[in-house]
């Protein structure tokens, strides 16, 4: 596709529920970002993956949060146990660069709208 | 650490007015600064870059080292104008990691 795809677009689910948010980036793209945005705030940075590594998961809140890459394309972010807190847009961004070549230009995707009842 | 403050969580001028964005920084090195743009149904998306010093859309930003402040600016305001506008940081030469401010929400009245 020609641009990042995010699935789900939506999602509810109950409290204590384990769920799975899919990113695939732009084809070539070797940096993949996720980010969570709730209502009224900014992008909040999670993680960063640089090929198939976590080049920096400063971001993710308590050890309930993780993401993989595993092949260096797209990303899934697992969330256990899900909380009322949780629900917000979980955004993925993908770029080119990586290695110091510092651009800023994210391309992001729609966003996943979770929801957590 | 790394914040960005953008104090107008709303601003809704006339088409034709000027307006200006605020934003301001905090970061104790040197880092680059961005405006992204969020238009109603759309993706997040680059409007301008410091770096760059580019004019997009008449829109113009000038990173203040001394207020530590990277302001948007338009001599004429547009409705096409009206969207969600975020100022950003990335430490220079380090990762592309972006720090988002809470945003701004423009409304362009006709």
């Known amino acids: 596709g020609a641009g990042v795809s995010q699935t789900p677009s939506n999602k509810v689910t109950e409290k204590g529920k384990y769920v799975e948010l899919r990113c695939d980036p732009i084809s070539g793209h070797t940096a993949l970002y996720w980010y969570r945005q709730s209502l009224g705030q900014g992008p909040e940075f999670l993680i960063y993956f640089q090929g198939t590594g976590a080049a920096d998961d400063s971001g993710l809140p308590n050890d309930r949060f993780f993401a993989v890459r595993p092949e260096g394309s797209v990303s899934t972010l697992k969330i256990q146990r899900t909380e009322r807190g949780d629900s917000a847009v979980y955004l993925c961004a993908s770029s080119l660069g990586g290695g110091g070549l510092n651009t800023g230009e994210l391309f992001f995707g729609e966003g996943s709208r979770l929801t957590v009842l | 650490a790394q914040r960005v403050t953008q104090p107008e969580k709303l601003l809704s001028v006339f088409k034709g007015a000027p307006v200006e964005l605020k934003c301001n920084y905090s970061?104790?090195?040197?880092?680059?600064l961005f405006w992204y743009v969020q238009y109603s149904r759309q993706r997040l998306q680059l409007l301008l870059r410091h770096i760059s010093r580019e004019s997009i859309k008449g829109f113009t930003a000038d990173l203040n080292k001394g207020e530590t402040s990277f302001h948007l600016k338009k001599p004429f305001a547009q409705e096409e104008d009206s969207a969600m506008y975020y100022c950003a940081l990335t430490p220079r030469g380090g990762s592309e990691k972006l720090v988002f401010g809470k945003g701004t929400k423009l409304t362009v009245n006709p």
């Open positions: 970061y104790s090195g040197s880092p680059e």
